[in-house]
């Protein structure tokens, strides 16, 4: 099993920033992919960046140029900085890893963390 715990959402004014952290543990394998995903009110979850173990990344349109996601390999933690955010960014932002376990790719996601961008 693998433990995702997120950490550093809250409320920021229109056009501020905020930097997200996930730190995983438990069975930790190599092979794998971390990312962040998004739940707004009355919306499905969608996804927001990813990023693998050699740091290849991947961005939604609605956020390519303002966010940025990294990670820390030795500390199995991955980041995501959240700049000149809108009001459209507010949302539950949730953790997610997929894990190869030796047999199968396996997927875990935290409890999410609520970013709420308003004036």
């Known amino acids: 099993q693998v433990q995702l715990v997120e950490s550093g959402g809250g409320l920021v004014q229109p056009g501020g920033s905020l930097r997200l952290s996930c730190a995983a543990s438990g069975i930790i394998f190599s092979i794998n992919t971390m990312g962040w995903y998004r739940q707004a009110p009355g919306k499905q979850r969608e996804l927001v960046a990813t990023i693998n173990r050699v740091g290849l990344t991947n961005y939604a349109d609605s956020v390519n140029g303002r966010f940025t996601i990294s990670r820390d390999n030795a500390k199995n933690t991955v980041y995501l900085q959240m700049n000149s955010l809108k009001p459209e960014d507010t949302a539950v932002y949730y953790c997610?890893?997929?894990?190869?376990?030796?047999?199968?790719?396996?997927?875990?996601w935290g409890l999410g963390t609520q970013v709420t961008v308003s004036s």
């Open positions: 997610h890893r997929n894990q190869w376990s030796g047999t199968i790719f396996m997927d875990y």
